[in-house]
């Protein structure tokens, strides 16, 4: 019993927030379904975005930029052109994944083998997709785990004959057991290589699809009733965005997840403060003295031309200024992530974008500035069904329509915003010192200067561009005509030894601190959460006039004029600085109404406490019968302030909970927007109140305590199973098996759970094991009622009876369920018509 069957309240603006945010891609307007539904059919017409005014348009797949950036990069050769521009007009054929720590991930994937492959393919028979197979795994991806459709989510909506198919995916894909993901952005956590005991850092994390890949690997071989040793936090700085991500992994049932909301670029690193107050809280020595991972994923925040198959009014929107807005960011977020690596741990950058200077420039000069610390890792043998094509040595730079091949054209043109580690060899080139009249010049007022003209007439001959002396074809690019998908860049680093140690100098980015650091040196290893940037000063990089000097520092603040504006991410500005409710506030680091996030507690988030009422936590385990074995003390929660008044009590798990000791104190640096498995809620029912115990158990915390439970259990047989998910409240004596009924009603009044017997064995002795089906109910005073939301009970039937089906095949198996299911099916003739209205 894994993780993976999400039950629970979803309220209905998370639905809307969940379905409008899906898209793998940072801050995009919606797609216009019409493109789609245009491209669906065939009809590759030219279309036109209208900007929300007045009845939609079909976008234009072209644009002209855009051909002329890739062309002159030779992103592919000039052979393949058509059919790479071919496929990215064409809607994405949707993919998902089967949650591989579900317990009903094995039902799934027959499911799909043995019966939507063929029913599929029968019902919308025609030549492609009889060819290849309209539903099919993904070849790369382990275990047939990933699947593709040769269908986009447009057709899969509006087409009568996948109807099935289609709610099947939405049912499973909301419980959790499958996951909605464009198959590219499946590969990055695959080349991560995760293991259970890891502590992982997934860096910008929402929506969270592959937050919740991460978590099923951690989850792999976990036994019934515990968790696995290692953890994933999940970060990302947009608050919205995280609640998408908040949703997406509510999905997955675990308390091996922390969920954060902070800027990526200054992740903290918790070191412990003694002179924090909350530090007398805890009562253990921290397990460890510095939050670090063994591995990171850096997912950064990209322009999203890989994503251009589904969201189509990007062709309208694109320009190169895009990647070079974000570059420097990806660069900060990516050092970070580094830094906050254990040595030997594997970090994995990616992008959905194309543009080299949001890729392979990014990865150089990660290299460059970790100065051998750090290297690319050669995974060409890793899944060696996925294309993929190694990452380019050599691209140009585009800036206000010039081409630039190295550092020195920047300097001919005096342009603000081209960064030396745009460019494949990372060097900046020093303007001569009698040019510094043109330094003071606009890019505007030396558009008619020689060095301008120059520069145009060398451009009718092309730019020669530079050629990166590091491997960096060790990088993969995936193309979208490769094998139908979207696009993705992926590059494996692993760190041999600690950081070089790097000069430290005071971040100039928007002069966020007006305290000045002295010259020192501290390896990066080290927290600077303070925003200090550091620049490293290693050997390999002071021999060649690098780009790590104090210019370029002053450099990552300019944003280069073709930007776009809404990409880039500064521009949260103010909005997203986060502020203290209380603690000290230093005003030697605050500017302005700037404030530092470290410390304190964090405005608008419920606080993170230790739930410790020895009271209530005895009731609890009297009433269920918790046994010792269940580690309890100290793993439990609560996101009150008043402990008095305490609902919902959250279970961690000992990752988690070394994490959340030594975020104390280090002064709780961690912003925390959700953390644990909600295991236990107050009973607010009339009734509820006056049972025993004040807690019921919570849906999502049943999979994980049910091994440990031993009163208020009760076992059903699959008929009075069913009668329950299909009527919701059943009086005791109106049960079939009436032992059942009475055991049901010798229960203390209060929750209790309700186990399946063994399908297949009525007699065999219970055990709980991963195949154990169990539902939380209320013993109430005449009647067993369900606990579980609409949903859950739909979907539990359904898989009860595809189970049922397979039993009923296997000749073993043969008179014992033919009846039940017969009962089942009429379930008038059992004597229960009446009981959906009695109840
Ligand atoms: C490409 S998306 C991540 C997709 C995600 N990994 C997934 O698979 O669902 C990039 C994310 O970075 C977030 N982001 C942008 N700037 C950030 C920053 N400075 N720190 C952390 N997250 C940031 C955006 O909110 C966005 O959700």
Known sequence: MGGGRGRGNRSRTQRKHFRDGRENVWKRSKPDPSAEAANVDGNNEKTNGNNGRGPWQPFATENPAFDEYYKQQGIVSPQEWDSFIHFLRTPLP?????????????????????????????????GDSQEEGAIRPLPWYPDNLAWHSNFSRMQLRKNQTLERFHEFLKLENEIGNITRQEAVSMVPPLFLDVRPEHFVLDMCAAPGSKTFQLLEIIYKSTKPGSLPDGMVIANDLDVQRCNLLIHQTKRMCTANLIVTNNEAQHFPGCRPNKNCSKASEIEFEPQFSQLLFDRVLCDVPCSGDGTL???????????????????????????????????GGRMVYSTCSMNPVENEAVVGEILRRCGGSVELVDVSNDFPQLIRRPGLRKWKVRDKNLWLGSHKDVCKLQTSGVLPSMFPSGIRHV???????????????????????????????????????????????????????????IA?????????????????????????????????????????????????????????????????????????????PSNTGDEMVLEKVDGDTDPGKTIGKRKLQVQGNWKGVDPVNFFKDEAIINSIKTFYGIDESFPFSGHLISRNNDNNHVKRIYYISKSVKEVLELNLLAGQQLKIASVGLKMFERQSSREGTSAPCAFRISSEGLPVILPHITKQIVYASLVDFKHLLQYKTIKFADFVDTEF???????????????????????????????TIAIGCWRGRSSLSVMVTAIDCQELLERLSVRMNSVKDSPAQECDNDQLMDTVDKPEEAGIGQLATES
Request: proline share 5%.
């Open 309 to 343: 198959r589904k969201a189509p009014d990007m062709w309208r929107k694109w320009n190169s200024g895009m990647g070079n807005g974000l570059h420097s960011l990806q660069i900060q977020i990516a050092m970070r992530g580094i830094s906050l690596l254990k040595v």
């Open 492 to 568: 494996v680093l692993q760190k041999l030894s600690p950081l070089p140690a790097m000069e430290i100098k005071p971040a100039r980015k928007k002069n966020l601190f007006s305290k000045k650091l002295g010259q020192e040196s501290k390896s990066p290893d080290q927290d600077f959460e303070d925003g200090t940037e550091l620049e490293l000063e290693s050997e390999d990089a002071a021999g060649k006039e690098h780009p790590i000097s104090s210019s370029e520092a002053n450099a990552t603040i300019n944003e280069p004029a073709e930007t776009s504006l809404e990409l880039d």
């Open 741 to 771: 009924g009475e055991k049901a009603s010798k229960l203390m009044m209060g929750c209790c759970v309700v186990v399946l017997r063994d399908i297949k064995s009525s007699s065999a002795p219970i055990q709980v094991d991963a195949s």
């Open 94 to 126: 949707a993919a998902f994944r089967i949650n591989s720590s579900s317990q009903f991930c094995e039902d799934i994937k027959s499911q799909l083998e043995n019966d939507f492959m063929k029913s599929v393919q029968a019902e919308v028979a025609d």
């Open 431 to 489: 303007a001569p010192a009698d040019d510094d009249q043109q330094h003071e010049d606009s890019m505007n007022s030396v558009e008619g200067s020689e060095a301008v003209k120059d520069l145009l007439t060398s451009q009718e001959d092309g730019v020669t561009p530079e050629v990166s002396d590091l491997p960096l074809e060790l990088c993969m690019r995936i193309m979208p005509h490769d094998q139908n998908s979207g696009a993705f860049f």
